[in-house]
Every structure is written in structure tokens, then in C-alpha cells.
């Protein structure tokens, strides 16, 4: 059995590169992705719901979190990946969303058009975009929808973080109404023990 001290020692160790690791990400995205953080557009993101419970900011960040993480695992296993494009492509891959209720008629034309919009707000904030970041942006939605498939790994990355965060964004908030129903629940239990007494 291991003793106390000894285990105290690995959580600090494991906790020391965790947050090694979160301050190298959060430095690849200051340094990466200042034009867009430094942005209006990513202010709006913070004030606009987006998968149920999230918002698109920090989706946004969520993705471009995953993202230079799966980067760095990639460059361990000496697969070249552009870390700039990535971060500038998953920080702005869904701002073509903003206002979403003024641009678009239905949910399906915003899944549909948004990444072209996307594009725009890029151009319009990035003063010297990576190449290949278009594309990413152009075709993050993949493989859902009609998007086309990334034609670069840089794209593969983002579309797997994006649909990695999609999908923790909706079970987290099935989570949430899960718990809302239990407690609606609960309470009608109590309702009906007060009525039986
Ligand atoms: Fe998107
Ligand atoms: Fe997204």
C-alpha cells in the first residue's frame, strides 16, 4: 500500500504538468490569437447561448483548448502541425454565428452558412492569417452537415475538438435538465408524503 506521502507527491506532480501544460496552451493562444482575443467579436461570443448551455465564447475557447492539445500530442509523435493556423482557425471558427437570429432564416441555414461567415469576421479581425486557416474554418462543420472534409491535418484537428466540445456541451446539458427533473421530482415526492400525513 502506498503511503500517504508518496501519494501526495505523484497528485502534486500530476497537478505541476497539468497546469505546465494549461499555461503553454493559454501562452499558444495569447500569442497566437491575440488579434481574435483581443477582438469585439469575441466579447459578443461570451453573450450569445450556443449549444443549449454554453455560450460561443467559451465553446470557442473549449475548442481551441482541445485543439493545441491534440497539437502537442501530435508533435510528440513527430506529425508536423501548424499551431498558429490551428489556434487562429478554432478561435474563429463558429464567430460567423453572432447575430445568428438576424442572419439566418432557420438552425439548418446556420449550420450550413455560418462557417463562410466565420470566414468573413476572420478577414475582417486577423491582420496576418496563417495559411491554410480559411479552409479550416471553411470546413470545421465536417463531417456533419454538407460540409467538405478538412484538406489539411490542421483542419482534422479542429473538427475533432469542435465535435469533442458539441458533444460535452449537449451531454453536460442533459446532465443539467436530468438534475432539474430530479429535483421536480423530489419535490413532488415531498408534495405527496405532506398529503398522506
Ligand atoms: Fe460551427
Ligand atoms: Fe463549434
Known amino acids: 500500500m502506498r503511503t500517504p506521502y508518496y501519494e501526495s507527491t505523484i497528485h ?7 497546469e505546465n501544460r494549461k499555461d503553454r496552451i493559454k501562452g499558444d493562444l495569447m500569442r497566437y490569437g491575440s488579434d481574435v482575443l483581443k477582438s469585439e467579436e469575441i466579447k459578443q461570443a461570451f453573450e450569445q447561448t450556443h449549444h443549449q448551455w454554453s455560450t460561443v465564447g467559451e465553446h470557442t475557447v473549449r475548442v481551441a483548448f482541445s485543439s493545441v492539445m491534440i497539437c502537442y500530442a501530435l508533435r510528440k509523435l513527430n506529425i508536423k502541425v501548424s499551431i498558429p ?28 452558412e455560418h462557417p463562410k461567415e466565420s470566414v468573413e469576421v476572420a478577414r475582417e479581425i486577423v491582420s496576418d ?7 479550416i474554418i471553411e470546413r470545421h462543420m465536417w463531417p456533419a452537415g454538407e460540409s467538405e472534409a478538412p484538406n489539411s491535418i490542421e483542419g482534422v484537428v479542429v473538427s475533432v475538438a469542435d465535435k469533442y466540445s458539441a458533444v460535452k456541451d449537449i451531454v453536460k446539458g442533459s446532465e443539467v435538465k436530468n438534475t432539474g427533473v430530479k429535483n421536480y421530482l423530489r419535490g413532488e415526492k415531498q408534495k405527496i408524503a405532506d398529503k398522506i400525513k
Not at 85 to 111: M, N, P, Q, T, Y
Not at 130 to 135: C, K, M, R
Open 12 to 18: 502534486r506532480q500530476i497537478r505541476e504538468k497539468r
Open 85 to 112: 493556423a490551428v489556434v487562429v482557425g478554432a478561435l474563429c471558427h463558429d464567430l460567423g454565428i453572432l447575430g445568428r437570429s438576424e442572419k439566418f432564416s432557420s438552425a439548418k441555414e446556420c449550420s450550413r
Open 129 to 135: 492569417m496563417p495559411e491554410g486557416t480559411e479552409d
